[in-house]
């Protein structure tokens, strides 16, 4: 989830400085490093409630980052493999962070 976060960061790095380009850029940058950032909060988490509203707070930015790398593939003519590779990166962030909620969720249910 580091890697995510500075490989974000880096594609924002590449983009020219414009109103527009900033903007986006600084909503990337803030929710792909808030995916590592909540990760850790879960892992410390109280309860396994406290653990499943940390992590839903990490499906979210993960979320928000696919949307803003969207966003800045539609802008851009350029960095798109990276920009789909990041894109994947972030998917594949979501699909296991569900999958981690929905076991816990199971656990809490079952007991």
Known sequence: MLRFAVDSGKLCMR?????????????LIRCSSSV??????????????????????VEEEADESMYFLEI?????????EEIDRLHKEADELL?????????????????
């Not at 410390?44 to 839903?56: M, Q, Y």
């Not at 800045?72 to 798109?80: A, V």
């Open 15 to 27: 983009f020219p400085i414009s109103r527009e380009y900033n903007a986006y850029c600084n909503q």
């Open 36 to 57: 590592g950032a909540n990760y850790r909060a879960a892992c410390r988490g109280k309860s396994d409630r406290d653990f499943i509203n940390k992590l839903k707070i």
């Open 72 to 80: 800045l593939k539609e802008m851009s003519d350029t960095h798109h």
């Open 95 to 111: 699909s296991i962070t569900i999958a981690s909620i929905n076991t816990v969720r199971k656990r809490l249910n079952s007991k």
